[in-house]
């Protein structure tokens, strides 16, 4: 029976390496041993130019409210002018255009004809006394239509004088009343004009505000997220600070399993000795098998 050999091969490396692995050891256990404080977050706070904009924008509200109170007045006073001009022409008005110097000329006119009527009187007379009919019915006939003549002339007259003072007067005072009203209201439509004009003015004021408010929050806002970006390179940096023993840490353990160092290897080899037993075993099985052999039939 073959013998069974036992072999232990015992490797270690050389003194110095593993007081050096003791070390490292030594000191990875005090480095995590330490309690490790992550870096803090910071958020950066509103720049000054972002509060200035609040104030702005806050102070701003309403802005407009002050013209908008001006434009409404200016509706309001618009609106009456304008329903001013909503009337009728009053036709008595025409009286206050009547010419004054119409009576007297109208009546110097009928004086004038009393006159004229006078001398063809005397006329009328001093043929009838000729004829010796002054005193007849013919003459009391001839002064009574001469006196009817003349009360028709002077009444036409009259009238004719009066129907022309009325009537230039009627026009006078349609065209004042028309022109007044068109006064009226170009007035009303230049003052809605003026409240429309101030309305807008309140609307551009508050847009322009709201503008430079704007522009000065985008501004604090790049300058907030300037400062922001300086606070996320400060907690970098403590980050890394904070990490740079455990990063030394490693590089050293890789140093330390790179390196190279000679081995010493100790080797103990035995045999155990083959019992009685075993033997007596072994021959007999021997035996056995020459005996089968020789009774093969063939």
Not at 282 to 292: D, M, R, S
């Amino acid at each position: 029976m073959a013998e069974v050999t036992t072999q232990e091969v015992v490797s270690r490396e050389p003194e110095w390496m593993e007081k050096l692995r003791q070390d490292y050891l030594k000191q990875v256990a005090t480095l995590t041993g330490q309690t490790l404080s992550p870096a803090e977050y910071k958020v950066a706070g509103m720049s000054p130019e972002q509060k200035e904009a609040v104030i702005m924008a806050r102070e701003g509200i309403g802005s407009y409210a002050p013209y908008l109170e001006q434009a409404n007045k200016a509706y309001g006073q618009a609106g009456g002018l304008y329903a001013g001009t909503t009337g009728a022409y009053d036709p008595n008005s025409a009286q206050a255009y009547m010419n004054p110097y119409q009576a007297a000329v109208t009546q110097r006119a009928v004086e004038e004809m009393s006159r004229n009527a006078d001398i063809q009187q005397q006329t009328l007379a001093a043929q009838a006394v000729k004829s010796g009919a002054f005193g007849g019915s013919r003459f009391g006939v001839q002064q009574a239509e001469l006196g009817r003549g003349l009360a028709d002339v002077q009444s036409q007259r009259i009238m004719q004088d009066y129907s022309q003072n009325y009537s230039q007067a009627q026009t006078a005072a349609m065209n004042a009343f028309q022109n007044q009203q068109a006064r009226a209201q170009s007035s009303a439509a230049g003052i809605a004009g003026l409240g429309q004009q101030t309305a807008n003015l309140g609307q551009q004021t508050s847009a322009l505000g709201q503008g430079d408010t704007s522009f000065l929050y985008n501004m604090g806002q790049n300058l907030t997220a300037q400062n922001q970006k300086v606070e996320d390179a400060k907690r970098l940096n403590e980050q890394q600070s904070a990490y740079a023993p455990y990063q030394q840490m490693s590089y050293y353990g890789d140093v330390l399993n790179r390196t190279p160092s000679g081995q010493t290897s100790t080797t103990q080899t035995s045999s155990p000795t083959a019992s009685p037993i075993s033997q007596i075993v072994g021959a007999g099985t021997v035996a056995l098998g020459a005996y089968n052999a020789y009774n093969r039939p063939y």
